[in-house]
């Protein structure tokens, strides 16, 4: 079962950008990885999703090198508003789309 | 226009008692779920009903009994609540064959038990 491993909290600064990284050892081949944002008192919301090389939406990047050991979220130029909790996890589409949460990313963004 | 609605929000109740929270989606989608999420943060999958069958059921206390009426609804039902149950219980549905299966979080119901 793929694990993910992230760090549990980061700082910056309004105007910079982010990059969390995230490892997942043992993904396996059919797994995606996915990015979800969460605020307090709010439930998760999804960011972003990939399956190797890069991924770029309106949100955020996200890096995956060749061996799938590892992928990068990167928030360009963040804002106040970015400060939450991000997750890496896995999707088992294998096993009816069941999400493999991680302990998560705290942002904390400041002035 | 909630897309994945629960409630209540918060629910206070003392110890032994049994409590239900509900939940709703409006997206057409044809799996919904449970998750719980402890004190640390750490989000884990308690149920999964596809078209009000039963897929995922993780090792849950059989205290815990999910009911799902129709495909639109997932209620979770708790018989003799303890104080280990206190943690904020998501429902989120999905669809397979979109985008990231469509995966759509209600915003949370938080319990406390006393």
């Known amino acids: 079962l793929a694990k993910t491993t992230q760090p549990i909290s980061m700082d910056s600064y309004e105007g910079q950008e982010v990059n969390i990284t995230c490892s997942h050892n043992?993904?396996?081949?059919?797994?995606?990885i996915t990015w979800y944002q969460q605020f307090p008192s709010q439930g998760p919301r999804f960011i972003i999703q990939?399956?190797?090389t890069k991924v770029t939406n309106e949100v955020a990047s996200l890096f995956i090198p060749a061996d799938r050991k590892s992928s990068t979220l990167s928030l360009p130029r963040v804002s106040l508003s970015d400060t939450a909790v991000y997750y890496c996890?896995?999707?088992?589409?294998?096993?009816?789309?069941?999400?493999?949460f991680g302990q998560g990313t705290e942002l904390s963004v400041k002035p | 226009d909630t897309a994945v609605s629960q409630t209540p929000k918060y629910l206070v109740t003392q110890m032994g008692n049994d409590k239900s929270i509900k939940c709703e989606q409006n997206?057409?989608?044809?799996?919904m779920y449970w998750y719980k999420q402890d004190s640390k943060k750490f989000l884990k999958i308690m149920f999964s009903?596809?078209?009000?069958?039963?897929?995922i059921n993780e090792t849950v206390p059989n205290r815990f009994s999910p009911k799902s009426p129709d495909k639109a609804h997932l209620n979770l039902h708790i018989n003799s609540l303890e104080l280990g149950d206190s943690a904020v219980y998501f429902c989120?549905?999905?669809?397979?064959?979109?985008?990231?299966?469509?995966?759509?979080f209600g915003s949370g119901t938080r319990l406390t038990v006393v």
């Open positions: 989120a549905s999905s669809q397979a064959g979109t985008p990231n299966y469509g995966y759509t």
């Open positions: 990939g399956y190797k």
């Open positions: 997206l057409g989608h044809d799996t």
């Open positions: 043992n993904i396996a081949t059919n797994d995606y």
């Open positions: 996890l896995v999707v088992l589409y294998n096993q009816g789309g069941k999400l493999i």
């Open positions: 009903y596809n078209n009000k069958e039963l897929i």
